[in-house]
């Protein structure tokens, strides 16, 4: 009964999400699918106040907007903070779909604040709300209600990419709190992980809903070439100390010795991921580490589907 959310910056999951009778939701400057960042329902935190954890990805998301690398300004957090109940309040009157806010709703409430803090907030907003990309300024007119469900983000563009990321986990979010209402478990996979870990903001958000997402009944997984970027992040070690399963392929000796001194790999067990072959490697789970090889048979039709090569991909 679990259901299964793709995070797929790179457009590579539709085939086989198709082929499983799944839902792709592509996001892009030009698509007609939208997803709303303001989303949010009344079971979204553990309290009976949904809006202090949204105001979390909220601030998140404007720090990333505003592209501060130390994070915004305490002065311009407690505005935020202060017109979220305002945008809020006619949805928490009345829970209707057509109630829920949207990005433009945040802009306007902020543009009515007096303070000049508030007046740079919004133009940082402008372009997301009445510009070139507006592509997160509409209500969720998808349904999610296919158990299994991909997001392909592969056109956002480098501008837009990262958000689009947090704002799909902020999605996958909504549909954890209603699932463990449900008493569902909620499987979420993230490709390129590690762009969500190279910026602060959405580091920090990340892990926090790394952890929630544990307690919630939710089964995140993180998926990565980019190894040096992922160690590279402050936040590297809240994502191990939450992590129960680890695979690991072929790395690259600079990679070996850092994930070495992580993990606690002997010698011997990092030679399963030196100049390993295909389908080989190590699994730790738990305190357990087991090398394996996977010869998975390429003739089988879920190989077709699943291969990323590009002269596989064309000939099929």
Same mark, same amino acid.
């Given at each position: 009964n679990d259901d299964i959310i793709v995070c797929d910056p790179e457009g590579e999951y539709y085939p086989l999400v198709n082929a499983l009778g799944g839902q792709v939701i592509h996001i892009a400057p030009n698509s007609h699918d939208y997803i709303n960042p303001m989303d949010i329902n009344l079971d979204y935190s553990d309290d009976d106040n949904p809006l202090g954890f949204k105001s979390d990805f909220i601030l998140s998301l404007c720090e990333l907007i505003m592209g501060r690398r130390n994070g915004i300004e305490a002065e311009e957090k407690s505005v935020i903070d202060r017109c979220l109940p305002m945008v809020y309040q006619k949805y928490f009157d009345d829970p209707v779909p057509e109630n829920m806010p949207i990005l433009g709703d945040l802009y306007a409430t902020l543009r009515a604040q007096k303070?000049? $803090?508030?007046?740079?907030? @919004?133009? @940082? +907003?402008?372009?997301?709300?009445?510009?070139? +990309?507006?592509? *997160?300024? &509409?209500?969720?007119?998808?349904?999610?209600?296919? %158990?299994?469900?991909? *997001?392909?983000?592969?056109?956002?563009? $480098?501008? +837009?990419k990262k958000l689009g990321m947090l704002i799909v986990q902020d999605q996958v979010w909504n549909r954890v709190t209603l699932n463990r209402v449900a008493h569902k478990s909620t499987r979420y996979y993230v490709d390129?992980?590690?762009?969500l870990l190279k910026e602060e903001q959405t580091a920090a958000y990340s892990i926090e809903i790394w952890k929630r997402f544990r307690k919630w009944g939710g089964i995140p997984t993180g998926i990565t070439q980019n190894i040096k970027d992922l160690l590279a992040s402050r936040e590297i070690e809240n994502i191990f100390e939450n992590s129960d399963f680890i695979y690991?392929?072929?790395? @690259?000796?600079?990679?070996?010795?850092? +994930?070495?001194? &992580?993990?606690?790999?002997?010698?011997?067990?990092?030679?399963?991921?030196?100049?390993?072959?295909?389908?080989?490697?190590?699994? *730790?789970y738990g305190n357990i580490i087991i090398p394996f090889k996977d010869r998975f048979d390429k003739s089988l039709k879920l190989y077709a589907?699943?291969?990323?090569?590009?002269?596989?991909?064309? %000939?099929e």
């Amino acid at each position: 009964n679990d259901d299964i959310i793709v995070c797929d910056p790179e457009g590579e999951y539709y085939p086989l999400v198709n082929a499983l009778g799944g839902q792709v939701i592509h996001i892009a400057p030009n698509s007609h699918d939208y997803i709303n960042p303001m989303d949010i329902n009344l079971d979204y935190s553990d309290d009976d106040n949904p809006l202090g954890f949204k105001s979390d990805f909220i601030l998140s998301l404007c720090e990333l907007i505003m592209g501060r690398r130390n994070g915004i300004e305490a002065e311009e957090k407690s505005v935020i903070d202060r017109c979220l109940p305002m945008v809020y309040q006619k949805y928490f009157d009345d829970p209707v779909p057509e109630n829920m806010p949207i990005l433009g709703d945040l802009y306007a409430t902020l543009r009515a604040q007096k303070e000049e $803090k508030a007046q740079r907030i @919004a133009t @940082a +907003l402008e372009i997301y709300v009445n510009g070139s +990309l507006k592509v *997160f300024n &509409h209500q969720t007119n998808v349904q999610l209600s296919n %158990r299994i469900v991909c *997001f392909d983000i592969k056109d956002l563009g $480098k501008q +837009l990419k990262k958000l689009g990321m947090l704002i799909v986990q902020d999605q996958v979010w909504n549909r954890v709190t209603l699932n463990r209402v449900a008493h569902k478990s909620t499987r979420y996979y993230v490709d390129e992980f590690h762009l969500l870990l190279k910026e602060e903001q959405t580091a920090a958000y990340s892990i926090e809903i790394w952890k929630r997402f544990r307690k919630w009944g939710g089964i995140p997984t993180g998926i990565t070439q980019n190894i040096k970027d992922l160690l590279a992040s402050r936040e590297i070690e809240n994502i191990f100390e939450n992590s129960d399963f680890i695979y690991m392929l072929n790395q @690259a000796s600079g990679d070996r010795q850092i +994930l070495a001194g &992580h993990l606690n790999i002997s010698p011997y067990q990092l030679s399963y991921v030196t100049n390993s072959g295909e389908g080989e490697g190590l699994l *730790f789970y738990g305190n357990i580490i087991i090398p394996f090889k996977d010869r998975f048979d390429k003739s089988l039709k879920l190989y077709a589907l699943m291969t990323t090569r590009p002269e596989e991909v064309k %000939r099929e």
